[in-house]
């Protein structure tokens, strides 16, 4: 029994979760409101930051689609727990306005009939940071709250002119405050004064890229940030920058983790037969396996993702040296021709197309089930999320007419194609998931841009013939000194052919 207990407690030595010291949260996602236009994604961004806050070893105080009266209880409540915290966070997702350079938080029964309304209506973004600021070493503050508000332009118009000056779009900036502790990071999803974008997923872009990121272990906030704005920048076309003000006297960090400790585990070990330190780097070299594995495939994404961006005959060799039989192998080998002027396209592997994984790839039928997290970890924008709706529309699974949004057709279909794959249906995608969809409709995906090039170009040939036509008869009205068609009629004329000519060739 002795010898059990030892090998337990040195599997534990390695695999036990460090202590975190105390930290509280304070998330609010508000979106059901009930006197001005309704947010689709806040409730969500605010769930899913809570459930990622608390794996970090936050006490969270949570609220979704909050009155005043409810988001006053909240920011009590917050505030006591707060006390002597070593960090203190607030996120906030829903509509803000800022007004003489103060920041208001807009619950969902918000009115704002004039100036009055402010201070009973709004709550004050500066009033929840004074309860952030006693005996807090570390505040973080995380604003997705830069939406386009209709209240604030009902505002200036009960303002006046003379007024009205005061009220900015977006959130003014914040500068952050002295308090004695180790400093402050304050982030907005945009930069102060411009309006954020919601998003068309089930969160906001900012969201979406601050959960892929925040708990990457042994990575500090300031990083974090980093890979956030470069996320959020890349995702919304470059039309969404965020806007980050840290002031920390040193690095700090959300999930740090030590490294397994091998000498203590063999001093463990050590006070048991031979047999009993054998379990715990059995286990450990295991679970290493597993690591290098994510590893080295997160590697060969990345030089495939770098070669196809640039999408050069010598990036795709690159990728080729290194993975001669990789997952995205034959992609390359097709690019490397096509660049090349090449017209042979190389064979898909028939297991590959009947679903079975690609080499190299983690089988899909054995990964984690898709999440929304493995899903928003994908980062795709507007123009992906149509690519992905148009190859389920290939794999058979009908989700309509592909717009980049994804409701609950598009999520019908992702669950009946993993279904049909043999994969636990979740409707959400995770990066083997998508990679074995591409896979199998590569052959259709390219046909079908292919044919839809053709009728971009036939569309602008017919375009172009309708207004040479057009122009054409102008110049013989004016020639005849005004006799016959006069060019309005002519104007009239070619646009009835062109719609002839259009609604011939199907554009």
């Known amino acids: ?12 030595t390695v695999w036990t979760a460090p202590a975190f010291a105390k930290r509280v949260a304070l998330v ?14 806040p409730a969500n961004d605010a769930q899913t930051m809570a459930t990622k806050l608390r794996s970090l070893g936050f006490e969270v105080v949570a609220g979704q689609d909050q009155t005043y009266n409810d988001m006053r209880r909240s ?3 917050f505030a006591k727990k707060a006390y002597g915290a070593e960090i203190a966070l607030l996120f906030y997702a829903g509509h803000g306005m800022q007004v003489a350079g103060q920041n208001l938080l807009v619950p969902i029964d918000a009115k704002i009939e004039d100036e009055t309304s402010l201070d009973f209506e709004t709550i004050s ?24 508000n209709p209240l604030a332009r009902t505002l200036a118009r009960r303002m006046g002119p003379s007024r009205s000056g005061s009220l900015g779009a977006g959130l003014a900036e914040i500068k952050p405050q002295e308090t004695g502790g180790e400093g402050s990071v304050i982030a907005f999803a945009t930069s102060p004064g411009d ?38 920048y890349d995702q919304t076309e470059k039309r969404q920058r965020p806007w980050v003000n840290a002031s920390l006297i040193g690095e700090v960090f959300l999930n740090k983790q030590a490294q397994p400790a091998g000498p203590q585990v063999a001093s463990l070990g050590n006070t048991a037969t031979s047999t009993a330190p054998a379990q715990a780097p059995a286990a450990s070299a295991a679970v290493s396996a597993a690591t290098k594995s994510t590893i080295d495939w997160e590697r060969e994404k990345l030089i495939w993702e770098t070669a196809k961006s640039s999408d050069t005959v010598a990036d795709y060799e690159a990728y080729l040296e290194a993975y ?11 690019a490397v021709k096509r660049l090349s002027g ?11 197309a009947a679903g079975a994984a690609a080499p190299g790839l983690p089988d899909p039928q054995k990964a984690v089930p898709g999440t929304p997290e493995t899903e928003a970890a994908l980062g795709w924008n507007r123009t992906k999320r149509r690519e992905v709706q148009t ?47 591409t896979t199998q409709t590569q052959v259709q995906y390219t046909a079908y841009m292919a044919e839809l090039s053709r009728k971009q170009q036939a569309a602008a040939a017919s375009r172009s013939a309708t207004r040479s036509s057009s122009n054409r008869a102008t110049n013989t009205q004016r020639k005849s000194g005004g006799g016959g068609v006069n060019p309005a009629g002519a104007a009239f004329i070619g646009g009835v052919v062109g719609g002839i000519i259009g609604g011939a060739i199907g554009r």
Request: glycine share 8%; proline share 5%; aromatic share 8%.
């Open 391 to 437: 190859r389920l529309n290939l794999s058979g699974q009908s989700v309509g007419r592909p717009d980049g949004a994804f409701g609950p057709k598009t999520r019908s279909g992702v669950t009946a194609w993993q279904m049909a794959n043999g994969i636990t249906p979740t409707g959400y995608f995770t990066a083997a998931q998508f990679a074995l969809l």
């Open 324 to 334: 001669p039989n990789g997952t995205f192998a034959n992609f390359a080998r097709n």
């Open 1 to 12: 029994m002795f010898k059990r207990v030892i090998a337990v407690l040195a599997i534990l």
């Open 195 to 232: 309006v954020a974008l919601d998003g068309t997923g089930d969160n906001s872009p900012f969201t979406t890229a601050l959960i892929r990121h925040i708990d990457t272990p042994n990575v500090s906030i300031q990083t974090v940030m980093t890979r956030v704005t470069g996320d959020v």
């Open 28 to 41: 609010i996602g508000n979106g059901a409101y009930e006197h001005t236009v309704a947010l689709p994604n």
């Open 125 to 148: 973004v500066d009033f929840i940071l004074r309860q952030m600021s006693k005996d807090v070493k570390v505040q973080m503050v995380f604003l997705d709250a830069c939406r386009d």
């Open 342 to 352: 090449g017209s042979q396209v190389a064979s898909v592997d028939p297991s590959v």
């Open 75 to 77: 920011v009590l409540d």
